[in-house]
């Protein structure tokens, strides 16, 4: 089964080795994310991924450790795919949080259009 991926609009930074970048978090996954930003990275560096999402009552951070696994240019910035190094219980309990609220608002808005 594949896993589903949620599109978003959210503020996030990018952090690495030698600089930070600000990126907007576009798609987000159990697995992976995508981002646009205005600067790149190369396929397999290891960057920091930090974003805030809603979780049950409040907003949780979370700083991912990620590769890049692909790059390519989107109008006049980059978007970038970051796979997730394995993610500990809370960031998966997090994430798993944030698609339930997305999936919720999308059942809501199918209802909306039945009605």
């Known amino acids: 089964m594949k896993t589903p991926i949620y599109k978003t609009e959210r503020k996030a930074l990018l952090i690495g080795k030698n600089a930070t970048a600000e990126a907007t978090l576009v798609d987000l996954s159990?697995?992976?994310?995508?981002?646009?930003?205005?600067?790149?990275?190369?396929?397999?560096?290891?960057?920091?991924?930090?974003?805030?999402?809603?979780?049950?009552?409040?907003?949780?951070?979370?700083?991912?450790?990620?590769?890049?696994?692909?790059?390519?240019?989107?109008?006049?910035?980059?978007?970038?795919?970051?796979?997730?190094?394995?993610?500990?219980?809370?960031?998966?309990?997090?994430l798993k949080q944030f698609f339930d609220y997305k999936q919720r608002l999308i059942n809501m808005g199918k209802r909306q259009s039945i009605d």
Do not use: M
Request: charged fraction near 30%; hydrophobic fraction near 35%.
């Open 30 to 94: 159990i697995h992976e994310a995508g981002v646009i930003t205005p600067r790149g990275a190369k396929e397999g560096t290891e960057l920091k991924l930090q974003f805030e999402i809603p979780t049950q009552e409040e907003f949780t951070t979370l700083t991912l450790n990620t590769i890049v696994t692909d790059r390519h240019n989107a109008e006049d910035k980059i978007y970038l795919k970051l796979e997730f190094e394995p993610l500990n219980s809370a960031d998966k309990n997090a």
